[in-house]
Each structure stands twice: as structure tokens, then as C-alpha cells.
């Protein structure tokens, strides 16, 4: 996990997949790091495709030159199933931190080691 203060108005997280590794970036403001982490972690385990390149490079770069980046990426923007994905991540984020709550009782080593992974 990074602590990321570059990330655009209203990110809170960002997951990045490489063919070698992941990397699940969190604002450095974020109040809820370990709600943000599970979220992006669900998407992980979801086997979520991720936000198109196109969409992102949009949301980055100045509203001019939009149209450039569309010609150049030649992708469409369209993803109908980014909502239905943000939804899933959400839900597994609660059965996720909801578990490690009543388990963390009972196992204070599990609470442990998700604190270790948060850093």
C-alpha cells in the first residue's frame, strides 16, 4: 500500500495492476485507510477488470484535450459495469473489515497482521 496526496478530487484509493505486482494507492487524507484499503482489495479479489484507460486519463487531464487522448488511446469510454463493480468492492469491504472486527475479539494476532498490512 502507498500514501498517495497526488490522487484527483474525490479518489480516495486507487488500485494499479502491473503483470508483476498489484499497487493499491490511498489519499493521504483519507479519514477510513483501512475502509479504503478493503475496498480496493476487493476489487483485487473480484477479479475486476479496473477503471478504462481512457476514463482515467480523462479524469487527469484538462477538459481540451479530451478528444486527443480518445484519438490517441482509441478506446471507448464507455463501461457499464464500473457502477455494478464499485458496489461489489463496497460490500465486500464491509463482510471484510465486518469480520475482522468479531474475529479480532476473539484472535488479536488476525488484527495484528492487517494492522501490519496497512503499515
Given at each position: 500500500?502507498?500514501?498517495?496526496?497526488?490522487?484527483?478530487?474525490?479518489?480516495?484509493?486507487?488500485?494499479?495492476h502491473y503483470q508483476d505486482h498489484d499497487?493499491?494507492?490511498?489519499?493521504?487524507?483519507?479519514q477510513t485507510r483501512d475502509r479504503t484499503?478493503?475496498?480496493?482489495?476487493?476489487?483485487?479479489?473480484?477479479?475486476?477488470?479496473?477503471?478504462?484507460?481512457?476514463?482515467?486519463?480523462?479524469?487527469?487531464?484538462?477538459t481540451g484535450v479530451h478528444e486527443l487522448?480518445?484519438?490517441?488511446?482509441?478506446?471507448?469510454?464507455?463501461?457499464?459495469?464500473?457502477?455494478?463493480?464499485?458496489?461489489?468492492?463496497?460490500?465486500?469491504?464491509?463482510?471484510?473489515?465486518?469480520?475482522?472486527?468479531?474475529?479480532?475479539?476473539?484472535?488479536?494476532?488476525?488484527?495484528?497482521?492487517?494492522?501490519?498490512?496497512?503499515?
Amino acid at each position: 500500500m502507498v500514501e498517495n496526496s497526488a490522487l484527483p478530487t474525490g479518489v480516495f484509493g486507487q488500485w494499479v495492476h502491473y503483470q508483476d505486482h498489484d499497487e493499491v494507492s490511498v489519499a493521504s487524507w483519507v479519514q477510513t485507510r483501512d475502509r479504503t484499503l478493503a475496498h480496493e482489495l476487493g476489487h483485487i479479489v473480484l477479479g475486476h477488470q479496473g477503471r478504462p484507460v481512457l476514463e482515467l486519463a480523462q479524469a487527469v487531464l484538462p477538459t481540451g484535450v479530451h478528444e486527443l487522448a480518445a484519438l490517441m488511446l482509441r478506446r471507448e469510454c464507455g463501461n457499464a459495469g464500473a457502477a455494478e463493480e464499485e458496489l461489489a468492492a463496497e460490500q465486500f469491504a464491509s463482510l471484510l473489515l465486518h469480520r475482522l472486527q468479531r474475529i479480532g475479539r476473539k484472535e488479536p494476532r488476525l488484527r495484528s497482521r492487517w494492522g501490519e498490512a496497512l503499515g
